[in-house]
Every structure is written in structure tokens, then in C-alpha cells.
């Protein structure tokens, strides 16, 4: 289950951002938040800091995401 989780994780850290649709970044932070979510229930039971070094990167890439979703205000 843990592999598991770290593989895709692994996966997901190595995507490229670049020519991605607006839809496509919308589906990268919903799964990038269902894999952060996923590896936290297993942290809090095992405290694993390589889990925790995984939720950070994971964390970043998606506020990345997020980042270029919402845009920069116009004011």
C-alpha cells in the first residue's frame, strides 16, 4: 500500500507543468490532494519523516498548479 502510494507520488512529482489545459491542471490538484491525503493517514500512524518529505513536495507542486489557476489579480 505504501509503494504504492510513493509510486505515484514519484510519478506525479516528475509530470511536466508545461502545455497543460486548464482542465488538466484541475484533475493534476484534485490528485495531487487524494495522494496527500492518502499518505497522511498512513504518517499519522506510522510518523515516517520520508512520508512527510513526500506530502511537502507534493504540497508544492500542487500550489504551483493552484498558482496558475486562479491567475494574478488584475488590480
Do not use: C, Q
Not at 40 to 66: G, H, P, Q
Request: glycine share 2%; charged share 35%; aromatic share 2%.
Amino acid at each position: 500500500m505504501t509503494e504504492d502510494l510513493l509510486a505515484k507520488a514519484k510519478e506525479f512529482e516528475n509530470r511536466t507543468l508545461s502545455h497543460m489545459s486548464t482542465s488538466d491542471r484541475v484533475a493534476a490538484s484534485r490528485e495531487a490532494k487524494a495522494l496527500i491525503l492518502s499518505i497522511n493517514e498512513i504518517y499519522k500512524e506510522t510518523k515516517d519523516s520520508n512520508l512527510m518529505d513526500v506530502m511537502k513536495a507534493l504540497t508544492e507542486k500542487k500550489r504551483k498548479i493552484e498558482k496558475r489557476l486562479k491567475g494574478t489579480p488584475l488590480v
